[in-house]
């Protein structure tokens, strides 16, 4: 049975770093696209990055460019969301999600992911 499981959350200052871990058992997840999410109390689910690990791209949310990478551990099976210089409105309970195929049009919208994590709470803040 497919298993996503992210880690790696916490409590952080604002301007703090953090790297949330998504790790799966009964996928290969380099031959999936593994996207991150975020939803803040009251909000609607949004995507954050993604890679496509099928040709390495990488899809990011505009307001997170160039603070936060999205990389993959083929040999741990394992994508990785390095977050730098974290806002307050970065809160929020991180997900990850897989899914066979994603586009440069589909990569952001949550109903194209199969496979999905329970999530792990990040809380920026001082």
């Known amino acids: 049975q497919a298993q996503l499981v992210e880690s790696g959350g916490g409590l952080v200052q604002p301007g703090g770093s953090l790297r949330l871990s998504c790790a799966s058992s009964?996928?290969?997840?380099?031959?999936?696209?593994t996207g991150w999410f975020r939803q803040a109390p009251g909000k609607e689910r949004e995507a954050i990055a993604c890679i496509s690990n099928s040709d390495g791209k990488t899809y990011y949310k505009d307001s997170v460019k160039g603070r936060f990478t999205i990389s993959s551990d083929n040999a741990k099976n394992t994508v990785y969301l390095q977050m730098n210089s974290l806002l307050p409105e970065d809160t929020g309970l991180y997900y990850c999600?897989?899914?066979?195929?994603?586009?440069?049009?589909?990569?952001?919208?949550?109903?194209?992911?199969?496979?999905w994590g329970q999530g792990t709470q990040v809380t920026v803040s001082s």
């Open positions: 009964g996928l290969t997840l380099a031959n999936y696209a």
């Open positions: 999600a897989a899914d066979i195929s994603v586009s440069k049009t589909s990569w952001n919208y949550p109903g194209g992911y199969e496979y």
